[in-house]
């Protein structure tokens, strides 16, 4: 069987999936002309949704596309088609989302940039930091990763909250509400954690009405989708005090463009999408695991509803 790799990492999956799956016929490339020519032959696709959105475009679709992003927006546009099956990366993002997570929740508590600063002035900074223990968390995005993250923070003594599609029991976290609750938990929170997946329900969530329910101590970390954050509403509630920081992992435009208010906002850090990468070995033994179930029938891990968009 034929199966068309469009990665920008090619190379590096062409080994993997040499020694994983060694039965399959490899075709690998980055370049537009040379993954038209031959995609229509491969009934499996496995890349980057960049990529791979063109060929949709032109006509040419595979019985099944696996993205190597846990992000598929390219691959919904209204134009393309929907009628195979799409599946998206999970599985893999868990334990690198965490450790980001948790790398700029001590920062925080242990006020790493400040103290920096005071080193810079030559001024000693004898302040007592805080403790995660006993803080709220609320991950906004109880998915995959979202569930990852709040295990992986559990055993720090951190609350957790978080938020969903819909209600919902799911341990460790103490309450799962819905997206309308949001506005309640928030004000609750020390940690404000987005993992949002880009969908018509998730945009324009972070306004400036949910901004002033915040506590003002509160830290913001948005490692989901820049489209869920207005961003002078963002940038008006640091200037204001309603937040004591921001991490911005994801913007609506990136690279961020010079002038853009971000890069001068007061105690927020831009983080250039970097918190989760894909790592080929964990991607490629996704890929030969689902293949098992295509070839089987049994349903494949990550299945993109369509209509819900993830």
């Not at 103490?174 to 609750?188: C, F, H, I, M």
């Not at 937040?243 to 994801?250: K, N």
């Not at 970097?274 to 494949?300: I, K, M």
Request: charged letters at 15%; glycine letters at 8%; hydrophobic letters at 45%.
């Amino acid at each position: 069987m034929r199966l068309l790799i469009a990665e920008a990492d090619q190379a590096l999956y062409s080994e993997l999936l040499g020694e994983l799956a060694p039965e399959l016929e490899l075709i690998c490339s980055d370049r537009a002309d040379e993954l038209a020519e031959h995609a229509a032959r491969c009934p499996v696709w496995l890349g980057q949704p960049d990529l791979l959105a063109p060929l949709l475009r032109q006509g040419v679709q595979p019985q099944w596309l696996q993205s190597t992003w846990a992000g598929i927006t390219p691959l919904l546009a209204a134009d393309l088609p929907s009628n195979y099956r799409l599946t998206r990366a999970v599985g893999i993002f868990g334990q690198v989302m965490a450790e980001y997570v948790l790398c700029h929740l001590l920062a925080h508590e242990r006020q790493l940039f400040s103290r920096l600063a005071a080193q810079h002035e030559q001024r000693w900074d004898n302040r007592l930091p805080h403790s995660l223990a006993g803080r709220k968390a609320l991950i906004v995005g109880c998915g995959d990763i979202g569930l990852s993250v709040a295990q992986f923070l559990a055993p720090f003594g951190i609350q957790l909250y978080g938020i969903a599609s819909s209600a919902r029991q799911l341990p460790p976290f103490a309450e799962v509400a819905g997206l309308d609750d949001l506005p309640r938990l928030v004000g609750e929170a020390d940690y404000l954690i987005n993992l949002l997946p880009n969908t018509p329900a998730t945009q324009d969530v972070y306004d400036a009405a949910l901004f002033a329910c915040c506590k003002s101590n509160a830290l913001f970390i948005n490692a989901g989708r820049g489209v869920a954050v207005v961003d002078q509403a963002l940038v008006s509630a640091l200037q204001q005090g309603q937040l004591a920081g921001a991490v911005i992992d994801v913007c609506r435009e990136e690279p961020l463009p010079a002038g853009h208010p971000f890069w001068a906002a007061p105690h927020l850090l831009l983080t250039g999408h970097s918190s989760a990468p894909t790592d080929p070995r964990l991607l490629a033994q996704l890929f030969v695991d689902n293949l098992t179930r295509w070839r089987t029938g049994v349903e494949l891990r990550g299945l993109v509803d369509f209509a819900r968009g993830y």
